[in-house]
């Protein structure tokens, strides 16, 4: 059973916004910190951006810092990314992952190896 189910992505145009959402099937208060990744066809994975759950800090990839927000609803168990002024090379899979196994901590990282759960990934393109 996946952990998250990410929805959301579709065709944008360059300069647009789009908001995924990040259903997570646990309560999100299980992880140490939740974050949102991107993998473009012929590239590794790449972090965009993650929160500490103990603290609500949170950390971006230059490339989308200032554009990007990550925000959480632990009510509904929900983790969502607002995305603003999109550019091409924003196109990818976005997946979303949570922190299962480690320590609290009031800040979090962009590694993939950190995270042990993770969704299928939504498709991203920006394009005119």
């Known amino acids: 059973q996946l952990q998250f189910v990410e929805s959301g992505g579709t065709l944008v145009q360059p300069g647009g916004s789009l908001r995924l959402s990040c259903k997570v099937a646990?309560?999100?208060?299980?992880?140490?910190?939740i974050a949102w990744f991107r993998q473009a066809p012929g590239k590794e994975r790449e972090g965009v951006s993650c929160?500490?759950?103990?603290?609500?800090?949170?950390n971006y990839a230059g490339s989308v810092e200032g554009r990007f927000t990550v925000s959480r609803d632990d009510a509904k168990n929900m983790v969502y990314l607002q995305m603003n002024a999109l550019k091409p090379e924003d196109t990818g899979v976005y997946y979303c992952?949570?922190?299962?196994?480690?320590?609290?901590?009031?800040?979090?990282?962009?590694?993939?190896?950190?995270?042990?759960?993770w969704g299928q990934g939504t498709q991203v393109t920006v394009s005119s």
């Open positions: 646990r309560s999100t208060l299980n992880y140490y910190s």
């Open positions: 929160m500490s759950i103990t603290s609500g800090r949170t």
């Open positions: 992952a949570g922190e299962a196994l480690g320590t609290a901590a009031d800040f979090c990282v962009r590694d993939p190896v950190v995270y042990d759960d």
